[in-house]
């Protein structure tokens, strides 16, 4: 039955495909150095899928199963063809297994005739069909072959290749495609612009009817070209890297030339979705955009994945997916459950009510309830796949006739040249580094038992010097056979190979101050650089909707330390102390024998200079090594920070910047506190190294904390691409729909006109305060990358829980507010957190669950195997990070308490948040705000007084009602019945 929508028409489609385009090459995926804002943006409206696998590492295979649904072996095309290949999805396979076989003069080629292809069913079912740029399903013109895409069901067939890939052909005369082609574009158009000009007018043609487009780039396909422009901005990127001493990074295969392509791409998208918005047609169009196989490990990136295109290996099969669907799909979303590109013909045929002939079988199933963020059908989660790629020699790129299979989180690959065989657990081992084929004897027999099966099934052939009768596994040794790899690219921080089991694991407790969640390469930003975190989140959990439970400092510190909401601790401002009754967590972990330690910034009490003299009261914290900084003016007896520099010879001297003066220029690097900090932890890790005694050390760094002070070497590296730094996200007027705390703020953070008055600040400075913000954040990945390396170095990286957050976030202009307060937008309470324990937690998933800061303190307990405080309200976040669940919260709660500026009282303000909605409380006014998070994601519209909303307000009352009453002090405890 046709999937029913809200305009009851059928969805338009546009399927995007770039060629070779690596796993790792997306903003949304962690890339840091390419810029793909569009479609980064296409994620967040949709959904992004970690785990999506091309139908075969090469070309032609991947594009036969996504057209046809079928594995490779099924319709017969399992490597890519060459330029004078007749065949064309053949009807018989035997004829076309392998491109190097001599075939009889006489042979017949044709596509089955009860073999619809994706285009056809689209046309059946009324549907205008169009192909744009690259088809590699048959040979070419020039070679007399004439099998081309019109004769299977597309309709427009625009700038198809004639004469080869595109490789060397990207400028026009396009000497590989139709010759004849005149430019639209002015002289020497490139191909990816004129392609996505033809996009745009294909939308236009046939905006009255429902459209398939398959826009199928020929870029990033090597020989690589970018516009000559797009190329200079790239490697003036890598050199304002070198000229502040930072190496390219190498190992992530940083592409001047593949990034200015992948540039133009992304600018194909913006475009699209511009047109669709124009033409009112964004709501009901299917946008997907994914590769067809890995990307070569030479050019491009994969990730942290092994291998790359032609090797079946993550990195060769693995490729980006995103899907965006406003209709229907709720965006924001992350799938984690593994697809494969033969799922998009069920899919496109549930979607539009087409029933597939009986004699078309599908290898793939329909996923349109995982892109509604349903629970998968039954049968579903344990999908398994397959891979067959027969070779009679090497791929020129290192890919060997193998076959792969992936049963749950068991990965077995065979090679069928020397019948060697490589299995890996790619739950605890995604970088495919350590084969234990020899180890688990009984899952090799059953996946190999499952590949014979299936072979028979398809009738899947075997190049006839190979076979697959008795598979050779080797011992295993330390060292791994070399592999040219882009997980070379980003290399796990360390796993051991026995995984071991501790029961009292080291904490390595990283915390800035006032971070943003979207200001990370892992979190999809593009601009800055943070190799370092980014590698954490490779290695670990990252949480992409954690949030804190406070806007401001010391409330959200005594919160996440107790596992206590702030009205409950008490602590519910800063300038207040927490009071003596209150156990934190280090507490009670040194209690339970661990060593605590912390460097810089604590915040559980009054910090002003008027009222702490040295160092800021204490409870009993737990806290044997206590190295304080508050931040790092010189304005305490006791900030050991000032004593630091003093021993260096310097103090402490933020810079004025004579182009804005909303930004100051801190210490060098190697001077700056969240350097101190980092020297800190290292000492005290390097003090533990051989010791028993489990331990915990909190590192809290003052960064990116206003006044926003980054050394003028990192700050110089964000000037340079100034004007491509974006605006804040505000839009002009939309403060008529918000309080009043709001509007005032806009005159002045905090209420006060001469601190960051966003309505008198020019467009260079906020462009300036956001290049000092995100050089703050490289600074603190370069101190994050000395603390982990000094783990590795000590050999405690296995044992050790890495944990990188911050107490709460910025609104950095965004709705035209800088600093934080009581506005609870997403970049106040939205931010980031990424836990990493090798081999005990899972590594590079990406949990979609709804968490708070206050669900750290009983996670810790929990993981250091000890009971959780009764006090504490927090729920444990083990399941998540070990993936027995994937369900933890409803709803999220915030509290602030200084509402009304100037005299710090009063004022209480309360924030619920679900999946859908946003609702802000305010006890001092009638008035609050409420935020469709689906039709409003920015934010921008207050529907509080909204009739048409009445009834999601009143629903979000009550969840806020619940949750008030859920955060009732549990303390103390009940001893008896009466």
């Known amino acids: 039955m046709e999937l029913e929508n809200k305009s009851n028409g059928k969805p338009n489609v546009i399927f995007i495909l770039v060629d070779d385009l690596g796993w790792g090459e997306l903003g949304c995926y962690g890339n840091t150095y390419n810029e793909t804002p569009h479609i980064d943006v296409l994620a967040k409206q949709g959904v992004r899928f970690p785990a999506a696998y091309a139908s075969a590492p090469v070309c032609s295979p991947s594009r036969a199963g996504l057209l046809t649904g079928q594995v490779p072996p099924r319709n017969g095309i399992t490597d890519y063809l060459r330029p004078d290949s007749e065949w064309y999805l053949p009807l018989n396979p035997e004829l076309a297994s392998f491109a190097d076989h001599e075939l009889p003069d006489d042979t017949e080629f044709r596509l089955d005739p009860h073999m619809v292809t994706m285009a056809q069913m689209f046309r059946q079912a009324s549907y205008h069909t169009g192909i744009i740029g690259k088809w590699h399903l048959s040979g070419y013109d020039e070679q007399g072959v004439k099998h081309g895409p019109d004769q299977y069901g597309f309709e427009e067939v625009i700038l198809s290749e004639q004469v080869g890939i595109a490789g060397g052909s990207y400028f026009h005369p396009y000497n590989r495609v139709d010759p004849s082609i005149e430019p639209v574009l002015g002289d020497n158009e490139y191909l990816v612009d004129r392609m996505n000009y033809e996009a745009v007018q294909f939308i236009k043609r046939n905006h009255n009817a429902p459209f398939f487009l398959y826009l199928s780039h020929y870029a990033v396909h090597t020989d690589l070209a970018g516009k000559p422009e797009d190329v200079d901005y790239f490697v003036r990127k890598e050199s304002a890297r070198e000229q502040l001493g930072e190496p390219l990074n190498r190992t992530k295969r940083d592409n001047p030339v593949l990034a200015a392509m992948l540039r133009t791409i992304d600018d194909g998208v913006g475009m699209i979705r511009r047109t669709l918005e124009e033409l009112g047609l964004d709501r009901n169009t299917l946008i997907v955009f994914t590769s067809d196989n890995g990307g070569e490990a030479n050019i491009t990136v994969n990730g942290h994945l092994r291998g790359g295109k032609s090797m079946t290996y993550e990195g060769g099969l693995r490729v980006p997916l995103v899907v965006s669907w406003p209709e229907i799909v709720r965006g924001g979303l992350v799938c984690h459950e593994p697809t494969i590109n033969l799922d998009f013909y069920p899919t496109f045929a549930e979607i539009i009510g087409y029933k597939p002939p009986e004699s078309h079988l599908l290898d793939g199933v329909s996923i349109v309830s995982w892109l509604k963020g349903e629970t998968p059908p039954s049968g579903q989660a344990e999908r398994q796949f397959y891979w067959h790629y027969p070779l009679n020699k090497e791929h020129f790129l290192g890919g060997r006739s193998s076959v792969a299979h992936r049963a749950g989180d068991w990965k077995l690959i065979e090679y069928l040249d020397d019948r060697s065989a490589e299995l890996y657990n790619l739950e605890k081992d995604e970088t495919e580094s350590f084969n234990v084929a020899d180890r688990q004897p009984d899952q090799l027999k059953k996946q190999h038992e499952s590949i014979k099966s299936w072979l028979k099934e398809i009738g899947g052939e075997i190049p006839p010097s190979q076979g697959l009768k008795e598979l050779k596994v080797e011992p295993n040794t330390a060292e791994m056979k070399a592999f040219t790899t882009a997980a070379a690219a980003v290399k796990p921080i360390s796993h051991s190979q026995e995984l071991k089991s501790m029961t009292k694991p080291n904490i390595l407790w990283i915390c800035t101050d ?91 009490s009054a910090c002003h200079p008027s009222v702490c003299h040295g160092t800021e009261r204490r409870i009993d914290d737990g806290y044997d090594m206590f190295h304080w900084s508050h931040h790092p003016a010189d304005q305490w007896a006791s900030n050991e920070y000032s004593h630091w520099l003093k021993a260096k010879g310097k103090s402490y001297a933020a810079r004025a910047v004579e182009a804005c003066e909303h930004v100051v220029c801190g210490p060098d690097a190697e001077d700056h506190q969240a350097a101190w900090c980092a020297e800190k932890a290292i000492q005290f890790i390097e003090a533990h190294e051989g010791r028993e005694r489990p331990w915990l050390f909190s590192v809290n760094i003052f960064a990116p904390h206003h006044p926003f002070d980054p050394p003028e070497s990192h700050l110089n590296k964000y000037l340079g691409m100034l004007d491509r730094i974006p605006e804040p996200n505000y839009t002009e ?26 309505d008198r600040m020019s467009e260079q400075d906020r462009r300036y305060v956001t290049a000092a913000y995100w050089a703050m954040i490289d600074l603190i990945d370069e101190q994050v990358g000395k603390m982990t390396d000094a783990l590795a170095r000590t050999g405690q990286l296995d044992n050790t829980i890495v944990v990188f957050m911050s107490d709460h976030g910025e609104l950095l202009g965004d709705h035209g507010v800088y600093l934080k307060g009581p506005h609870f937008y ?74 009304k500026r100037g005299n710090f009282s009063g004022g209480y303000s309360l924030m619920v948040r679900d999946h859908t909605h946003k609702l802000v409380l305010y006890d001092s006014q009638d008035d609050g705000e409420l935020y469709d998070l689906i039709a409003d994601p920015g934010e921008t519209t207050n529907v509080w007084h909204s009739s048409a909303h009445a009834s999601e307000k009143l629903r979000m009352m009550e969840r806020l009602c619940r949750r008030i009453a859920q955060t009732a002090d549990p303390l103390p405890e009940r001893l008896a019945p009466w």
């Not at 969640?517 to 999809?524: A, E, I, Q, S, V």
């Not at 957190?833 to 206050?854: A, C």
Request: charged letters at 25%; glycine letters at 10%.
């Open 514 to 604: 006032q971070q943003r969640f979207d200001t990370l390469g892992c979190y999809g930003n593009s601009y800055v650089d943070t190799p370092n975190i980014d590698r954490l989140a490779a290695n670990g959990v990252l949480f992409e909707r954690a949030y804190c439970n406070s806007t401001v400092c010391a409330p959200s510190r005594g919160s996440f330390l107790t596992g206590r909401y702030p009205k409950t601790t008490g602590l519910r401002k800063n300038g207040q102390n927490i009071p003596e009754r209150e156990r934190l967590v280090t507490k009670l972990l040194h209690d339970a024998g661990y060593s605590c330690g912390l460097a810089g910034k604590l915040h559980l």
């Open 733 to 758: 007027g939309e403060l008529d729909t918000k309080t009043s705390y709001q509007r005032r703020d806009h005159q002045g953070a905090y209420g006060n006109r001469n601190l960051y008055p966003f």
């Open 826 to 899: 997403e970049p106040s309470v939205h931010v980031p957190l990424i836990v990493s324990w090798p081999g005990h937690f899972r590594q590079g998933v990406r949990v979609r669950s709804l968490v708070e800061l206050v669900d750290l303190a009983p996670t810790f307990l929990e993981a250091a195997g000890e009971t959780v405080y009764p006090g504490m309200q927090g729920a444990s976040l083990m399941g998540l990070l070990k993936g027995e669940t994937e369900e933890h919260r409803d709803d999220i709660y915030c509290e602030t308490y200084e509402t």
